[in-house]
T-cell receptor, first 114, second 110 residues
Framework: NAGVTQTPKFQVLKTGQSMTLQCAQD?????MSWYRQDPGMGLRLIHY???????DQGEVPNGYNVSRSTTEDFPLRLLSAAPSQTSVYFC?????????????FGPGTRLTVT | GQQVMQIPQYQHVQEGEDFTTYCNSSTTLSNIQWYKQRPGGHPVFLIQLVKSGEVKKQKRLTFQFGEAKKNSSLHITATQTTDVGTYFC??????????FGTGTKLQVIP
C-alpha cells in the first residue's frame, strides 16, 4: 500500500492564482480531511469528508473548496490564493467504523503564496 | 467550542529527565488519540484511548485517560534525544470531525 499520497510536495503561487492540492489513499478509508499548519503552530482542520459525496467544513474553511467524488481522492482547491494561505497542508484518512480511528497522514504540501 | 488545550506549550528537559504533557477538554471525549510530529515531518499515530481511567504503556511512554474522559496525559520516562518533537492529542474519529490539541513541543538537551 502507498498509504496517503499528496502532490505536489512544494508549490509557489502568486496572489490571485488558483490551484488544486491532490490527496489520494489506497486503504479504502471513508474519512478524509485536510489540515493546514502554520510555522510553530498546531494543525487546523479545513474540510473533511466521511464518505464519497459527503463533505463538511472544519475550523478554517474560507478560501478553500473540496469535493469527494471517489473514496480514494479528496482534492483541495484554493480559489484565489492569498499570502495568508502560505502554510504546510496535510491530508489524512482513517476508517469511520470499528474501534480503530488512527489517522494516516500524507507527507504534506509546502505552499508559498507571494 | 470543542477545542482541546494542551499544557505546557513548550518543554525543555535534560536528557534522562521525565516529561509529561496534559490534554484537557471542556466536554466529555468518546476517545482520545496521541500523535508525535518530528520537525519537518507529519504527525504519526502513537495510541488511542477509549475507556475511562485507561492506562496504556509503550516502552518509556505511559498514556492515561481520565476517569471523567475529559483529560489525558502522556508521560515519557528518561527522555532521549529521539523523543524530540511536538506531541499532539486529538479528539474525534469515526464519523466525528477530528481536531487537534494545541500541542506540546519537547526539546531534549543532551
Amino acid at each position: 500500500n502507498a498509504g496517503v499520497t499528496q502532490t505536489p510536495k512544494f508549490q509557489v503561487l502568486k496572489t490571485g492564482q488558483s490551484m488544486t492540492l491532490q490527496c489520494a489513499q489506497d486503504m479504502n478509508h471513508e474519512y478524509m480531511s485536510w489540515y493546514r499548519q502554520d510555522p510553530g503552530m498546531g494543525l487546523r482542520l479545513i474540510h473533511y469528508s466521511v464518505g464519497a459525496g459527503i463533505t463538511d467544513q472544519g475550523e478554517v474553511p474560507n478560501g478553500y473548496n473540496v469535493s469527494r467524488s471517489t473514496t480514494e481522492d479528496f482534492p483541495l482547491r484554493l480559489l484565489s490564493a492569498a499570502p495568508s494561505q502560505t502554510s504546510v497542508y496535510f491530508c489524512a484518512s482513517s476508517y469511520t467504523s470499528g474501534a480503530d480511528y488512527e489517522q494516516y497522514f500524507g507527507p504534506g504540501t509546502r505552499l508559498t503564496v507571494t | 467550542g470543542q477545542q482541546v488545550m494542551q499544557i505546557p506549550q513548550y518543554q525543555h528537559v535534560q536528557e534522562g529527565e521525565d516529561f509529561t504533557t496534559y490534554c484537557n477538554s471542556s466536554t466529555t471525549l468518546s476517545n482520545i488519540q496521541w500523535y508525535k510530529q518530528r520537525p519537518g515531518g507529519h504527525p504519526v499515530f502513537l495510541i488511542q484511548l477509549v475507556k475511562s481511567g485507561e492506562v496504556k504503556k509503550q516502552k518509556r511512554l505511559t498514556f492515561q485517560f481520565g476517569e471523567a474522559k475529559k483529560n489525558s496525559s502522556l508521560h515519557i520516562t528518561a527522555t532521549q534525544t529521539t523523543d524530540v518533537g511536538t506531541y499532539f492529542c486529538i479528539r474525534g474519529g469515526g464519523y466525528q470531525k477530528v481536531t487537534f490539541g494545541t500541542g506540546t513541543k519537547l526539546q531534549v538537551i543532551p
